[in-house]
């Protein structure tokens, strides 16, 4: 599916799959690669607080410089299933896909919006996709931010990526104050590209897990452009958002049960960067 476009039309899952394991607020479950189980809970310690003011940075894009790349074209509409009961989502941690070390404090918060953003940067080879998330963190970082913005990008094959913990309030160069948002960002330009097939069924998914996780809404899903004035998350994108597609995916897959989260790892994690890179998943 992964080079597969979704257009704006209803993307269906089907609800009544169980899937184990606890929900609701603060009863999701977050499984490491080694197999061990442990709930996800806010940090326990209260982390210094940085403040970073910027007036240079455009909005919307998280590495201007690689903008010349030339969208992929992909006209193609799947028919979507609900996940397997049981299904995980497995989200490759910092270190496995090069993330620098955090570069100063956070802001603790306690997450009450979900909010959907993209890149703004062409992505036409997927392969590319483990660099551009190095890439996004090191101009995230050279803003004086701690780390990069979002919790969890997702690339056009479905690869989910561990950003700043969640118990971080994120940072933005537009005029919202993200504290208090789950931020998910999406890897590509969908001003002028199409959201994929298997990027679009990791999304709900992801955001399934927090509407869970954190006891929000699905209903109050937003896109970036809801909360500031920007493009974000794109002419292609901010529909499906705004039309209720998202909210009623994400609230059929939570009404089925909701896939645990996985964090990959060590050399499980390693070698899904690898194949990524080698354009073999």
């Not at 869970?212 to 958002?241: K, M, Q, W, Y």
């Amino acid at each position: 599916m992964a080079g597969e476009s979704i257009t704006r039309r209803r993307f269906l899952f089907v609800a009544g799959v169980v899937i184990g394991g606890s929900l609701g607020a603060g009863g999701a479950w977050l499984l490491r690669s080694d197999g061990d189980r442990a709930a996800v809970t806010p940090p326990t310690t209260s982390p210094s607080t940085t403040t970073v003011t910027t007036a240079t940075p455009a909005p919307t894009s998280t590495n201007p410089s690689t903008t010349a790349e030339t969208p992929a074209t992909t006209t193609t509409s799947p028919t979507m299933t609900a996940p397997p009961a049981g299904e995980t989502i497995a989200a490759i941690c910092k270190e496995a896909w090069g993330a620098q070390p955090v570069a100063g404090g956070f802001t603790s918060h306690t997450i009450e919006h979900i909010t959907v953003h993209h890149t703004a940067v062409v992505l036409q080879s997927n392969m590319a996709a483990p660099a551009r998330a190095r890439q996004h963190q090191s101009y995230h970082q050279s803003l004086g931010w701690a780390d990069l913005a979002y919790h969890y990008l997702v690339d056009a094959n479905g690869h989910v990526y561990e950003g700043r913990p969640v118990g971080a309030a994120g940072d933005t160069a537009t005029d919202y104050d993200p504290t208090g948002h789950f931020l998910v960002c999406c890897e590509g330009d969908f001003n002028s590209q199409e959201i994929t097939a298997a990027q679009y069924e990791s999304l709900v998914k992801l955001l399934a897990w927090g509407v869970a996780e954190f006891g929000v809404e699905a209903s109050s899903i937003r896109g970036h452009r809801d909360v500031a004035a920007t493009t974000c998350p794109g002419d292609n994108l901010h529909p499906l958002i705004a039309e209720g597609t998202v909210a009623e995916d994400v609230a059929s897959i939570v009404a089925g049960g909701v896939p645990e989260l996985e964090v990959l790892c060590g050399p499980r994690g390693a070698e899904v960067v690898a194949a990524i890179e080698a354009g073999q998943a």
